[in-house]
């Protein structure tokens, strides 16, 4: 839930724990398609869907989908038929097509809803004590201590949206500051919370949306109501459509101005998120709605319904989000919030070239093709676009995600930062779990890290620069842990208690009694892994090993060395660490430097095979 559109629902509204995305694809013989589908389920993997899928009949996706497909044209889609059927990501009734690579989610999603019903042949049997069918859920409070007085103080109007867990409608204020006013009410029947978690996920979306505010790209929150039978959601009703619908409007893309202009408005709004510790886990092009049909309308942020909070330290590991826009580190179950930049990746991708980076006929190949294909460069338009802008995208979708570009990151990004000098970067959170990695590494990687700092280019120190800035260094151009805990509270908002980003700050207590200069934030606040990505990565690295053999370089026994790194006795540190110094002086090699400068953990060392 959480989309405040006014159109009807087209397969996008009323979110649910995993949506399957399913491309439409033209076809003479459409009618004949979907029963044959129907009869045989086995043969999704090489036949087209039809306007219903097989593994999911009560699903009508849009009839747009279309338009992002390789092998389909705009020009030759039949019309468009709103549908009163919307996506309802959590009631699958079918089991996932085996083998899909994530072939995981049919137990999660039973266990989540016990809405899954095993088939003739026994699949997607509810694990656990979930229970099946409409009458589950009798015995669970679904009391949420909301307000009882929505009649009071709202008048309802017309549907606008329509979901399998609820509905949409317009309403206005009956008095107030606000009398007279359009919003939109999710109104969500306490009859379809058929389990604890279900009504967990409602509790959560609400108290997300009440702790974020204050930006101007998130969908305005006024407050959430319950009466015996029904939950309503009341937020601001944004006019103007899904970012989607723009998209095809413009017939399948946009300009790279244009495209920068709306990217700009998703970075800093997520980048806004991230900050205060939550993670979206559904960005996509209908989950960004335009407030009015005006050309230049700010686009909002909507449908937290998957969302949740993540410590800075924390990993997530439950599958959620759309089959397309899915991170490959959510399919193997350990992810935080690098995973909704892959998300904006894939927007970008479509928003550039009008087709998507991974596609497929089924949802377990779409997988496949997150986890295992590289998206095309190659298909126009992308040789006619700039190499600033296909490197914003390449870095966005990375599939490692400690390499992939933060959303603050993004924003400084030559092809994003070349538009406008008016651009304010948000503060960046991986800041400061760098900096933490930083001031509990050895004096010997301290060394190698100020050694590889030096070796920035302009572009790499600007945003270091720009993160600097923004913790406001004193007079004297230093740090402290007072300047990093009044950037954060000039930010927060409630939504960091959630998610104990203060409670992270006691990792950098060592700032407690003393000053970091630039120099040295550099050096504390450096991804080495996003370094290792790009293309000018063994030139950094060489120069950086120059610097450190004049200055920090030293001859260092195996023994010492094991020290630096905190290994125990019982490690075989001689088995492990003899190709880290160099035989003929005893010096650090470069082979080492680079392992140093990763970090490399005493842990990963003792696994090291043999």
């Not at 266990?111 to 049997?125: D, E, F, L, Q, T």
Request: glycine share 6%.
């Amino acid at each position: 839930m959480g989309a405040c559109s006014s159109k009807p629902a087209t397969g996008s509204k009323f979110s649910g724990r995993y949506d399957i995305d399913i491309p439409v694809k033209p076809d003479d013989n459409n009618n004949n398609t979907n029963k044959q589908l129907e009869e045989n389920e086995a043969e999704t993997e090489t036949t087209s869907y039809a306007k219903k899928s097989p593994f999911f009949p009560f699903y009508s996706p849009s009839p747009a989908r279309n338009w992002f497909s390789k092998k389909s044209s705009p020009a030759k889609s039949p019309a468009p038929t709103p549908s009163s059927n919307s996506t309802p990501r959590r009631f699958f009734r079918r089991p996932f097509p085996p083998p899909s690579p994530a072939k995981h989610i049919k137990s999660v999603l039973a266990r989540r809803h016990g809405a899954v019903k095993p088939n003739n042949s026994g699949g997607a049997i509810p694990e656990g004590n979930e229970v099946s069918g409409s009458d589950s859920g009798s015995g669970l409070d679904k009391s949420f201590g909301f307000s009882k007085h929505f009649g009071s103080k709202y008048e309802v109007g017309e549907e606008v949206g329509r979901g399998h867990f609820g509905y949409t409608c317009k309403a206005k204020f009956k008095k107030g500051e606000f009398k007279g006013q359009d919003v939109a009410v999710k109104v969500i029947p306490k009859s379809k919370m058929t389990t604890a978690i279900a009504i967990e996920d409602v509790r959560r979306e609400v108290k997300i949306l009440r702790a974020l505010s204050g930006h101007n790209n998130l969908v305005k929150f006024y407050d959430a109501y319950e009466d015996h039978e029904k939950v309503y959601v009341v937020m601001e009703l944004c006019e103007g459509g899904e970012l989607l619908d723009r998209i095809l409007s413009r017939g399948g893309k946009y300009s790279e101005d244009d495209a920068k202009a709306v990217l700009i408005q998703i970075l800093n709004v997520v980048a806004f998120c991230h900050l205060q510790g939550v993670v979206h886990r559904d960005l996509k092009p209908e989950n960004f709605l335009f407030t009015s049909k005006d050309e230049n309308s700010p686009l909002k942020a909507i449908d937290f319904g998957l969302s949740d909070f993540v410590k800075p330290d924390e990993r997530l590991n439950d599958i959620v989000g759309s089959a397309y826009y899915v991170a490959p580190e959510v399919l193997h179950r350990s992810y935080s919030t690098e995973a909704d930049v892959w998300s904006i990746g894939v927007i970008a991708y479509i928003l550039l070239c009008g087709s998507r980076p991974f596609w497929a006929r089924s949802e377990s190949g779409i997988f496949r093709a997150v986890l295992k294909a590289d998206p095309s460069f190659d298909e126009v338009p992308w040789p006619t676009l700039s190499s600033e802008a296909k490197d914003f995208v390449k870095r966005l979708l990375n599939k490692d995600p400690r390499k992939r570009m933060t959303a603050a990151q993004a924003l400084v990004h030559p092809w994003i930062r070349n538009t406008t000098n008016e651009l304010k970067v948000p503060l960046d959170i991986s800041i400061l779990r760098l900096m933490k990695g930083y001031m509990r590494s050895s004096a010997l990687r301290k060394a190698a890290l100020r050694a590889l700092s030096k070796t920035l280019t302009v572009d790499e120190l600007f945003y270091l620069k720009e993160q600097y800035s923004l913790l406001e260094p004193s007079k004297n151009g230093s740090i402290s842990m007072e300047n990093i805990k009044g950037a954060l509270m000039k930010h927060a908002t409630d939504a960091m208690k959630e998610s104990r980003v203060h409670d992270f700050l006691a990792s950098l207590s060592a700032l407690q009694y003393r000053r970091m200069d630039f120099e040295e934030f550099c050096a504390a606040a450096i991804n080495i892994y996003q370094l290792e990505a790009l293309d000018r990565w063994e030139q950094h690295a060489r120069c950086a090993y120059e610097l450190f053999e004049k200055d920090g370089n030293r001859a260092i026994m195996i023994e010492e060395l094991a020290s630096e790194l905190g290994l125990s006795p019982s490690v075989p540190v001689h088995a492990v660490l003899h190709d880290w110094i160099r035989h003929t002086d005893g010096k650090l090699s470069f082979l080492g430097f680079v392992k140093l400068l990763h970090g490399v953990s005493s842990r990963a060392l003792t696994n090291k095979p043999q």
